[in-house]
């Protein structure tokens, strides 16, 4: 990544790294074995053959051929993750987007193709039945246009996400954030171009994404990837915003509470952007690459900036200055504030973790991020802090400080005593700028990795005595290394749910609204006015009626259907979701592989279920006994009517003289 070779660049330090770990940060992701190259290069100096693709094992001792050896294999360790089924699932790299072609609606849907998910030290999956349901590109860009080559430099060049890695130098996505009130998503990288997704939140919203599929579709197309329409999307398609003005690459993100979105550059600037405006609002410019930002939780006036120069800013938006700075002991790599903004945290190059009080930035005191022996003892540099409250939302829980670091090496700290509590491995990260995050209901922790992979802790073990056996899930996203992942919050899924999705409507039905026969005749009649309108009344009619259910909303949460986002170094965004409605589909009528296969082998074939759907002739015959037992009703009422008249008349003439 680019913070990396900048600093190797800087100290003096290029050749400290293996050298198969630089030519995978300058050249892309490339099958390089490790060691080969060196050990050739060394051999070729001394007139040795050289190795071609293997390094040479070593020998196994005698007492290692009597004892055994304590050293596991790494496919025995590997779950092969095999579902119950028995069906051969693929990798989440190679899967297909869970969609149909446009034009084609089954009365059944097929169930979602899930991916093989992997665990260590876990019995049960959490994340088994996860598919891939979308894959997000910049505007004006198709899956097509995968072959283009790119221009040499991210400054001259606006080129959207593309679907494959190109032939020329990829366009990287290094971070992404999504919005403290789960509506929106950012991306931004290689290509200096911010952009902005929105979570589909209405059922306007899927209108206008189904829209967008019709307009893309081509009928002369053939079967090269268009004229599909997603079954269970959870963006819009296109972004609704594309920020240019840096004219380097994006390092850094951080929202506000009130959606202000910030974006940090190689080009020494910190930009300030809105989702409601299409400009910039505000430059603050650094005397040096600007690694990591973050904006104060309590007050968005307020943001942290750590440096290359080794200083920490805090910012005044209003005032457009910095309103206290503090020199810290060396390079700064990641930064952020406590949940309540009473702390401000910044990470080093050497792996010190310094704490600061916001006001005035006065240092408090420090920790030492590493592992108290073997190659880890030294410290390496820390490439994200994320904070989070435990439990989440209250203001007597203790925080929590998530720390990543390259010796590939996740740990938890208490802010309360500076302990450590937990450390996560298993994932690869030894020269990217990949930061590990939570949850937002502090379940799991997430994050990317150098190996194609993304790797999912969960935070409670549940068993103290094996703290070095972490239950971890993790799955081959894509086929360059896993630059960001993110879980989204509980309130996409609840934004999520207002849409119509077809996964949380079967876990959670819409709520049913019983109307008077005047209000039924009134929304009959608005069905006649032009298309334009009465959909749009119709479905704000009816997301209304769901925001006012709070039981539904607290129902809504799905916390059985994550929703996954993933990045990597060739510019792909890849959105995947927990099937939470697996269990409520009909058993006998999919299946993962073939329903027919399914059936033949089961010797299982419903004849009631012909039955089970009305013919036209019963359908005709029940509207001829509905529309007869309105008539019926309307005789009976004029019947009532008339007898009242005559028996009023006939009291009239007898009272009468």
Same mark, same amino acid.
């Given at each position: 990544?680019?913070?990396?070779?900048?600093?190797?660049?800087?100290?003096?330090?290029?050749?400290?790294?293996?050298?198969?770990?630089?030519?995978?940060?300058?050249?892309?992701?490339?099958?390089?074995?490790?060691?080969?190259?060196?050990?050739?290069?060394?051999?070729?100096?001394?007139?040795?053959?050289?190795?071609?693709?293997?390094?040479?094992?070593?020998?196994?001792?005698? @007492?290692?051929?009597?004892?055994?050896?304590?050293?596991?294999?790494?496919?025995?360790?590997?779950?092969?993750?095999?579902?119950?089924?028995?069906? +051969?699932?693929?990798?989440?790299?190679?899967?297909?987007?869970?969609?149909?072609?446009?034009?084609?609606?089954?009365?059944?849907?097929?169930?979602?193709?899930?991916?093989?998910?992997?665990?260590?030290?876990?019995? &049960?999956?959490?994340?088994?039945?996860?598919?891939?349901?979308?894959?997000?590109?910049?505007?004006?860009?198709?899956?097509?246009?995968? &072959?283009?080559?790119?221009?040499?430099?991210?400054?001259?060049?606006?080129?959207?996400?593309?679907?494959?890695? $190109?032939?020329?130098?990829?366009? #990287?996505?290094?971070? !992404?954030?999504?919005?403290?009130?789960? %509506?929106?998503?950012?991306?931004?990288?290689?290509?200096?171009?911010?952009?902005?997704?929105?979570?589909?939140?209405? +059922?306007?919203?899927?209108?206008?994404?189904?829209?967008?599929?019709?307009?893309?579709?081509?009928?002369?197309?053939?079967?090269?990837?268009?004229? =599909?329409?997603? &079954?269970?999307?959870?963006?819009?398609?296109?972004?609704?915003?594309?920020?240019?003005?840096?004219?380097?690459?994006?390092?850094?993100?951080?929202?506000?509470?009130?959606?202000?979105?910030?974006?940090?550059? !190689?080009?020494?600037?910190?930009?300030?952007?809105? *989702?409601?405006?299409?400009?910039?609002?505000?430059?603050?410019?650094?005397?040096?690459?600007?690694?990591?930002?973050?904006?104060?939780?309590?007050?968005?006036?307020?943001?942290?900036?750590?440096?290359?120069?080794?200083?920490?800013?805090?910012?005044?938006? $209003?005032?457009?200055?910095?309103?206290?700075? #503090?020199?810290?002991?060396?390079?700064?790599?990641?930064?952020?504030?406590?949940?309540?903004?009473?702390?401000?945290?910044?990470?080093?190059?050497?792996?010190?973790?310094?704490?600061?009080?916001?006001?005035?930035?006065?240092?408090?005191?420090?920790?030492?991020?590493?592992?108290? +022996?073997?190659?880890?003892?030294?410290?390496?540099?820390?490439?994200?802090?994320?904070?989070?409250?435990?439990?989440?939302?209250?203001?007597?829980?203790?925080?929590?400080?998530?720390?990543?670091?390259?010796?590939?090496?996740?740990? !938890?700290?208490?802010?309360? /005593?500076?302990?450590?509590?937990?450390?996560?491995?298993?994932?690869?990260?030894?020269?990217?700028?990949? @930061?590990?995050?939570?949850? /937002?209901?502090?379940?799991?922790?997430?994050?990317?990795?150098?190996?194609?992979?993304?790797?999912?802790?969960?935070?409670?073990?549940?068993?103290?005595?094996?703290?070095?056996?972490? $239950? @971890?899930?993790?799955?081959?996203?894509?086929?360059?290394? *896993?630059?960001?992942?993110?879980?989204?919050?509980?309130?996409?899924?609840?934004?999520?749910?207002?849409?119509?999705?077809?996964?949380?409507?079967?876990?959670?039905?819409?709520?049913?609204?019983? =109307?008077? %026969?005047?209000?039924?005749?009134?929304?009959?009649?608005?069905?006649?006015?032009?298309?334009?309108?009465?959909?749009?009344?119709?479905?704000?009619? %009816?997301?209304?009626?769901?925001?006012?259910?709070?039981?539904?909303?607290?129902?809504?949460?799905?916390?059985?259907?994550?929703?996954? =986002?993933?990045?990597?170094?060739?510019?792909?965004?890849?959105?995947?979701?927990?099937?939470?409605?697996?269990?409520?589909?009909?058993?006998?009528?999919?299946?993962? @592989?073939?329903?027919?296969?399914?059936?033949?082998?089961?010797?299982?074939?419903?004849?009631?279920?012909?039955?089970?759907?009305?013919?036209?002739?019963?359908?005709?015959?029940?509207?001829?006994?509905?529309?007869?037992?309105?008539?019926?009703?309307?005789?009976?009422?004029?019947?009532?009517?008339?007898?009242?008249?005559?028996?009023?008349?006939?009291?009239?003439?007898? =009272?009468?003289?």
């Amino acid at each position: 990544d680019p913070v990396t070779n900048a600093i190797l660049q800087r100290t003096g330090s290029e050749n400290v790294l293996p050298k198969t770990l630089r030519e995978a940060a300058t050249a892309g992701e490339q099958d390089v074995v490790h060691g080969v190259s060196r050990q050739n290069s060394d051999l070729s100096a001394r007139g040795g053959p050289q190795v071609q693709g293997t390094v040479k094992k070593k020998g196994v001792s005698f @007492l290692s051929r009597i004892m055994g050896s304590k050293k596991k294999n790494a496919n025995e360790e590997q779950d092969e993750c095999e579902s119950p089924g028995g069906d +051969h699932r693929t990798e989440g790299m190679d899967a297909a987007v869970f969609s149909q072609p446009i034009g084609f609606t089954p009365t059944f849907p097929a169930p979602p193709k899930y991916i093989r998910v992997h665990t260590h030290h876990k019995p &049960n999956r959490d994340f088994n039945q996860t598919f891939l349901a979308q894959e997000l590109y910049g505007s004006h860009t198709s899956a097509a246009s995968a &072959n283009d080559v790119l221009p040499p430099h991210p400054a001259e060049s606006t080129t959207s996400f593309v679907a494959a890695p $190109p032939r020329g130098p990829s366009r #990287a996505i290094w971070t !992404m954030k999504f919005s403290n009130d789960g %509506r929106y998503l950012a991306a931004a990288g290689q290509d200096a171009v911010v952009r902005v997704w929105q979570v589909l939140s209405s +059922h306007a919203d899927r209108a206008t994404h189904e829209q967008g599929e019709d307009a893309a579709y081509d009928p002369n197309a053939g079967a090269d990837g268009q004229g =599909v329409r997603l &079954n269970a999307p959870v963006f819009l398609s296109e972004p609704i915003h594309e920020y240019h003005g840096h004219t380097a690459e994006v390092l850094s993100l951080s929202w506000s509470k009130n959606n202000f979105l910030l974006s940090s550059s !190689m080009d020494k600037t910190v930009r300030l952007w809105h *989702v409601t405006r299409k400009e910039c609002l505000c430059c603050f410019r650094h005397p040096d690459f600007v690694t990591s930002i973050a904006f104060h939780p309590k007050d968005d006036r307020f943001f942290l900036a750590g440096s290359l120069d080794s200083k920490l800013r805090l910012w005044s938006i $209003p005032d457009k200055n910095v309103a206290f700075c #503090a020199e810290l002991p060396d390079l700064i790599t990641a930064v952020n504030f406590t949940p309540d903004g009473r702390m401000a945290i910044a990470g080093c190059l050497n792996g010190l973790c310094l704490f600061y009080e916001t006001e005035n930035l006065k240092y408090n005191t420090q920790l030492h991020v590493r592992s108290t +022996h073997g190659r880890n003892a030294k410290g390496s540099k820390i490439t994200g802090i994320e904070t989070a409250m435990f439990p989440p939302n209250d203001p007597s829980g203790e925080i929590k400080i998530l720390v990543t670091s390259n010796d590939s090496r996740v740990r !938890m700290y208490n802010l309360r /005593d500076k302990l450590l509590e937990s450390k996560f491995k298993g994932n690869k990260n030894n020269c990217s700028q990949i @930061l590990a995050s939570f949850s /937002d209901d502090n379940k799991y922790i997430i994050s990317g990795s150098e190996d194609k992979k993304v790797y999912i802790w969960g935070v409670e073990s549940g068993d103290t005595e094996k703290k070095d056996k972490r $239950p @971890l899930e993790f799955f081959t996203a894509h086929p360059t290394s *896993v630059t960001a992942a993110l879980i989204a919050p509980v309130k996409t899924r609840q934004l999520l749910a207002q849409s119509g999705d077809p996964l949380y409507d079967l876990c959670n039905p819409p709520p049913v609204t019983l =109307v008077s %026969r005047s209000n039924s005749i009134t929304s009959s009649r608005r069905t006649t006015a032009p298309p334009s309108t009465a959909g749009e009344d119709h479905s704000h009619d %009816r997301d209304s009626r769901m925001t006012a259910s709070s039981g539904w909303i607290s129902r809504s949460q799905h916390p059985d259907g994550n929703i996954i =986002v993933t990045a990597d170094s060739a510019g792909r965004i890849k959105v995947f979701r927990q099937d939470c409605a697996a269990g409520k589909r009909r058993g006998d009528s999919w299946d993962t @592989l073939s329903t027919i296969s399914k059936r033949l082998s089961t010797g299982i074939i419903r004849k009631t279920s012909l039955r089970d759907h009305g013919s036209p002739d019963r359908i005709a015959s029940w509207r001829q006994s509905i529309a007869s037992t309105h008539s019926l009703e309307n005789a009976s009422i004029r019947s009532r009517a008339s007898f009242a008249t005559d028996t009023a008349s006939r009291r009239r003439r007898s =009272v009468s003289p």
